[in-house]
C-alpha cells in the first residue's frame, strides 16, 4: 500500500477528495495531510510517502508554489488536481515535472488511471526514492542530472537506460532525456557511451585484464559490439589501443 500525502488547506475539500474514490483498492492510502509547502515538506523529510496530492481547489497559485518547493527537494511523484482547465496552467505544471494535471470538474475516471499509471512506475522502481537530506541546497535540475550520473558510474558494468533511471527517479523519460541533453550537451546515449569507452581506454591502458574482461567491466556482453564500439570511438581496435598505449609509456 503507497501512503498518500494531499496537501489541501480546505477540510470539506479534504473530504471530498477522501471520498472520491476507493483509494485502498487501487493500492494507495490518504494517510498523512498537509497545509501548506512547510507542512508538506516536514512531512516528507519524516514520513515514507510515495505519492504528493496537491489540490488546486482552494488557491491556484498556492497550489502550484506548494509544488515547486517540494519539487525543488525531492523527486516523489505529484499530481495536481481540480485546477483549472487552462493551457497556461497545465504546461507551467509539466515544468515542475508532475505525474498528471488533472483540471476542474474532475472525474474519477481521469484520477483512477493517473493513479494507475504511478502504481505502475512505483512497483517497477523498488529501490527507494532520494530524501530530501539528499539533495540539499540544490536546483531541480542539477540535483536530478547528478543522481543520473552517479548512477551511471555505479552501474557502468550493467544494463543501463533512461527508461530504467527515469522509472527509478518517478519522471517523464523524454522530459528527463532532454534535461540531461540540455545540461550535458550530449544525449544521454552519448554520454553512457563516453563513460564506457572512456573507462574502457583506462583499463587498457593501466591493467592486464584481457579485452573480453574489460567490455564485461564497463557493460557489454557481446565483444563484437564492443570491438565495434571502441573502434569507432577511438579509431583503433582495443589490441591496437593498448599497444599504442604501451609504446607511449615505454
Known amino acids: 500500500m503507497y501512503k498518500v500525502l494531499l496537501v489541501d488547506p480546505n477540510r470539506r475539500s479534504r473530504e471530498e477528495t477522501d471520498q472520491l474514490l476507493d483509494w485502498r483498492r487501487l493500492g494507495f492510502d490518504i494517510r498523512a495531510y498537509a497545509?501548506?509547502?512547510?507542512?508538506?515538506?516536514?512531512?516528507?523529510?519524516?514520513?515514507?510517502?510515495?505519492?504528493?496530492?496537491?489540490?488546486?481547489?482552494?488557491?491556484?497559485?498556492?497550489?502550484?508554489?506548494?509544488?515547486?518547493?517540494?519539487?525543488?527537494?525531492?523527486?516523489?511523484?505529484i499530481i495536481l488536481?481540480?485546477?483549472?482547465?487552462?493551457f497556461h496552467?497545465?504546461?507551467r505544471a509539466l515544468a515542475f515535472q508532475v505525474s498528471d494535471y488533472i483540471a476542474t470538474p474532475v472525474q474519477t475516471a481521469d484520477v483512477t488511471a493517473s493513479l494507475q499509471w504511478v502504481k505502475k512506475q512505483l512497483d517497477a522502481a523498488s529501490p527507494p526514492q532520494p530524501s530530501l537530506k539528499a539533495l540539499p541546497n540544490r536546483t531541480p535540475d542539477?540535483?536530478?542530472?547528478?543522481?543520473?550520473?552517479?548512477?551511471?558510474?555505479?552501474?557502468?558494468?550493467?544494463?543501463?537506460t533512461l527508461k530504467k533511471i527515469s522509472a527509478l527517479l518517478h519522471f517523464n523519460c523524454a522530459y528527463l532525456g532532454q534535461k540531461f541533453k540540455d545540461h550535458e550537451n550530449m544525449?544521454?546515449?552519448?554520454?553512457?557511451l563516453q563513460q564506457r569507452m572512456e573507462k574502457a581506454k583506462l583499463l587498457?591502458?593501466?591493467?592486464?585484464?584481457r579485452i573480453y574482461e574489460i567490455a564485461s567491466e564497463v557493460g557489454y556482453t557481446e565483444i563484437d559490439w564492443f570491438y565495434k564500439k571502441f573502434k569507432a570511438y577511438t579509431g583503433a581496435s582495443a589490441n591496437e589501443y593498448r599497444k599504442q598505449s604501451s609504446m607511449i609509456t615505454a
Open 187 to 192: 544525449s544521454f546515449n552519448e554520454y553512457l
Open 81 to 86: 488536481i481540480g485546477g483549472p482547465d487552462d
Open 204 to 209: 587498457l591502458e593501466q591493467t592486464d585484464m
Open 35 to 77: 497545509d501548506d509547502a512547510s507542512e508538506a515538506l516536514e512531512l516528507l523529510e519524516s514520513e515514507r510517502v510515495s505519492l504528493v496530492l496537491i489540490s488546486l481547489k482552494a488557491a491556484h497559485d498556492v497550489g502550484m508554489r506548494t509544488c515547486e518547493h517540494i519539487r525543488q527537494k525531492s523527486t516523489v511523484p
Open 142 to 160: 542539477m540535483s536530478i542530472i547528478d543522481i543520473v550520473k552517479q548512477y551511471v558510474q555505479e552501474q557502468l558494468n550493467q544494463n543501463i
Open 89 to 91: 496552467m497545465a504546461r
